[in-house]
């Protein structure tokens, strides 16, 4: 049972206690994908960064990479799945109303009964999610909080469209967020611009009804220049918004980690910001690709293996469809 604050003690607060994550099997490079568009190799690498990307096989399951994600973390931790209170799931991929992706991946952990429920906030849906945890954490509401990211781009992207098919892979990645004595996760500098509410969009619904079934484009979209445009204008103030909440500067920071939307937004990022050559910055997006709500933890995830990094400050900053914002900084694990 979650653990209560008393009168006169201190506010508890909450970190991340571990980082785990899910990359399918299958790795598919630029050639295999310049099979149905008209590109090149070259060409995205110059583009995008991008060199590798995973793709889920039929058995990989948006729960199955959830659960897998969650159970590692879960394991780096120490804690068993019954001590988990919620499970909060990340995700734009998936395709049932109901139940929800975090049940799936719940049912799916030995032991756990605790709530469950998903976040759809694209690509800074992990950021919200993490948000919501450490509010579960720090009041009491829960003593231990999953949140996990797991997106099957390859299920919603057309394979054909030149302006996406390149972009995005799959996967699947967890953090376990527990009670702390001191403020390790601070709070969001969050927020959206709905004016571009349309420029990452799915333009039909799943059911667009029977007046017009040929015209249906259930297919994810992205006016690309758009998005460029306003992640360069507008989201560095975001990031540092999240910094000044920590009371920090981009001088304490240890690394960075935002949304691998791409290499070249990553790069205009880190100019814009004025980062020190010293802070560690996440590039995953060379061999997975665009993720979605997965490329956080998973971006965190490869950054931890490189070590040195326990108890340092890190910005974690998600932007994408809405044009939704979320920036928060925290002490790695």
């Given at each position: 049972m979650p653990q209560h604050v008393q009168a006169g003690q201190l506010p508890r607060q909450a970190r991340i206690a571990a980082v785990g994550g899910y990359r399918p099997r299958r790795v598919v490079g630029n050639e295999e994908i310049c099979h149905h568009v008209d590109s090149t190799d070259q060409w995205i690498r110059r583009r995008t960064g991008i060199e590798t990307r995973h793709f889920a096989e039929p058995d990989e399951t948006l729960e199955a990479m959830a659960a897998a994600a969650a159970d590692k973390a879960l394991a780096e931790a120490g804690v068993d799945p019954s001590q988990v209170g919620v499970v909060i799931a990340a995700t734009m991929?998936?395709?049932?109303?109901?139940?929800?992706?975090?049940?799936?991946?719940?049912?799916?952990?030995?032991?756990?009964?605790?709530?469950?429920?998903?976040?759809s906030g694209a690509c800074a849906g992990f950021c919200h999610a993490l948000e919501l945890a450490r509010v579960l954490v720090s009041s009491g509401s829960a003593d231990r909080v999953v949140v996990v990211g797991a997106e099957r781009m390859s299920d919603i992207v057309d394979p054909t469209d030149r302006s996406t098919a390149f972009l995005f892979g799959d996967g699947a990645g967890a953090v376990?967020?527990?009670?702390?004595?001191?403020?390790?996760?601070?709070?969001?500098?969050?927020?959206?611009?709905?004016?571009?509410?349309?420029?990452?969009?799915?333009?039909?619904?799943?059911?667009?009804?029977?007046a017009r079934p040929e015209a249906a484009n259930r297919y994810l979209g992205m006016h690309g220049q758009e998005v460029f445009r306003w992640v360069t204008d507008s989201v560095p103030a975001v990031a540092e918004g999240a910094l000044a909440r920590a009371g920090m500067s981009v001088q304490d920071l240890a690394a960075f980690v935002p949304h691998q939307a791409n290499l070249r937004i990553t790069e205009s990022l880190v100019?814009?910001?004025?980062?020190?050559?010293?802070?560690?910055?996440?590039?995953?997006?060379?061999?997975?690709?665009?993720?979605?709500?997965?490329?956080?933890?998973?971006?965190?995830?490869?950054?931890?293996?490189?070590?040195?990094?326990?108890?340092?400050?890190?910005?974690?900053?998600?932007?994408?469809?809405?044009?939704?914002?979320?920036?928060?900084?925290?002490?790695?694990?």
């Open positions: 991929s998936y395709l049932y109303q109901a139940p929800p992706l975090a049940a799936r991946a719940g049912a799916l952990l030995d032991g756990f009964r605790g709530a469950a429920f998903d976040v376990v967020v527990a009670p702390s004595r001191e403020t390790r996760i601070f709070p969001p500098e969050w927020g959206s611009d709905p004016s571009g509410a349309d420029a990452i969009a799915q333009p039909d619904p799943w059911d667009c009804g029977p100019r814009a910001l004025g980062l020190p050559p010293e802070v560690r910055v996440a590039r995953d997006v060379v061999r997975a690709g665009n993720t979605s709500a997965a490329s956080i933890p998973l971006a965190l995830e490869s950054l931890l293996a490189q070590g040195e990094m326990s108890g340092r400050p890190a910005l974690l900053l998600g932007f994408g469809s809405g044009l939704g914002h979320c920036a928060q900084t925290v002490l790695l694990p």
